[in-house]
């Protein structure tokens, strides 16, 4: 099995991080990265594998070099180095030297004795977030990871919106290489955010859990909300500890209640349209040299969240109300369909707490 050869601090508590630092099924692929969870902090391990002569080895060295952190979002600044110290650290086993400097100068950043983040949360979930005030939120993944997404995905993102917003517990299953499945980890997280103040005090955070093995197990069964991804294709079966799994671009719930959001209606064809067309726009300003400070991965967040937005604002207006009843007309200003959308706002009002009547009524007839 996986071994911790080396750490600092050497007394800090790093079990089950051996396995979480080297994604299951590895050995097939010559190097990755990878973000995980470990307790109250963020993991990113740099991955290589190394052909050897050697018989004690089986004809392979295959190492992890990874850092912990309070924070995921300054994690993508050290990649380069880690990725040069697991090559040097394959070829010339046992000299630690550069990582011990590493250490040293980077160290004022850990949580305190009590497990205490003493550097800030991830700023993903700060309450209020503006296009120019956010540079955190663009720098846990390379550029074109969001374009990345949505072309991977397609109109399913949509689909995938609805279950973050929702709180889901969404499992990405993927086998390795891991890392581009960790940025859709994160993007995923990013279709949920919301900038209006008040909003959800008893609501669970969605969290980011990037990489979870079978080790994780205890720990998911726990969890009422999250989103990960795993190499293991057992978890499948495993059905207790996910809402939605995801498989390539196949996303699938067992839930009978939730079935409904897994179908694309016209209103989700139409938010996808503009979408595109807000890519294209921004695609063509850059082209011709009018814009060179926005970036794909900005209009994709603040698309998410302008949408976002527009529904909580709608619906807290609504429970403002003299009568709180929400009609038809009101699913269409925030840019739903009334009756293809009809489950989500069902459970989006149950999940938030919202005190609103729906009043849109399912067709006995077309």
């Known amino acids: 099995g996986n071994m911790v050869e080396w750490c600092l601090p050497q007394d800090i508590d790093l079990e089950g991080v051996e396995f979480k630092s080297m994604a299951s099924g590895s050995h097939k692929i010559q190097s990755d990265f990878i973000y995980f969870r470990k307790g109250l902090c963020f993991g990113l391990a740099c991955f290589a594998n190394m052909p050897v002569e050697s018989e004690l080895e089986r004809g392979a ?10 924070s995921y979002t300054l994690l993508y600044r050290y990649m380069h180095f880690l990725e040069n110290q697991v090559r040097h650290q394959l070829e010339m086993p046992g000299h630690y030297s550069h990582l011990e400097a590493f250490y040293d ?24 977030i503006h296009r120019y005030m956010y540079p955190e939120m663009k720098i846990t993944h390379p550029a074109g990871c969001m374009s990345q997404f949505i072309k991977f995905f397609g109109e399913q993102i949509l689909v995938l919106w609805k279950f ?26 990013c279709l949920a955010n919301v900038s209006l103040p008040g909003l959800g005090g008893t609501v669970p955070e969605s969290k980011p859990f ?17 989103v990960a991804c795993t190499t293991e294709k057992i978890f499948e079966e495993k059905r207790d500890l996910y809402d939605v799994y995801v498989d390539n671009q ?24 503009r979408l595109n067309d807000q ?7 850059q082209e011709v040299g009018e814009d060179c400070s926005s970036c794909e991965e900005d209009l994709f967040i603040l698309f998410f969240m302008e949408q976002n937005n527009r529904i909580f604002q709608t619906l807290m207006e609504v429970s403002a109300s003299q009568d709180k009843t929400l009609t038809a007309d009101h699913a269409r200003g925030m840019g739903l369909d009334p009756q293809g959308d009809r489950n989500f706002l069902m459970d989006l009002l149950e999940v938030y707490g919202i005190d609103v009547m729906l009043v849109i009524d399912n067709p006995c007839c077309t």
């Not at 409904?260 to 209103?267: F, G, H, R, V, Y």
């Open 210 to 226: 990037f990489y979870v093995n079978v080790a994780d197990i205890e720990m998911l069964e726990t969890e009422v909300s999250y």
């Open 61 to 70: 060295r295959m190492k992890s070099v990874g850092i912990l952190s309070p």
């Open 250 to 273: 196949n996303v699938k719930t067992h839930h009978e209640h939730l079935q409904p959001l897994l179908k694309i209606n016209s209103a989700d064809k139409e938010k996808y349209r």
């Open 164 to 189: 973050a917003l929702l709180r889901k517990r969404i499992l990405i299953f993927s086998p390795p290489p891991v890392g581009v499945v960790c940025y859709r980890v994160y993007c995923c997280c």
């Open 279 to 285: 890519r294209q726009m921004l695609m063509y300003s």
């Open 105 to 128: 100068d980077k160290k004022g950043v850990l949580p305190d004795s009590k497990g205490t983040p003493t550097s800030q949360q991830p700023v993903h979930w700060l309450p209020s």
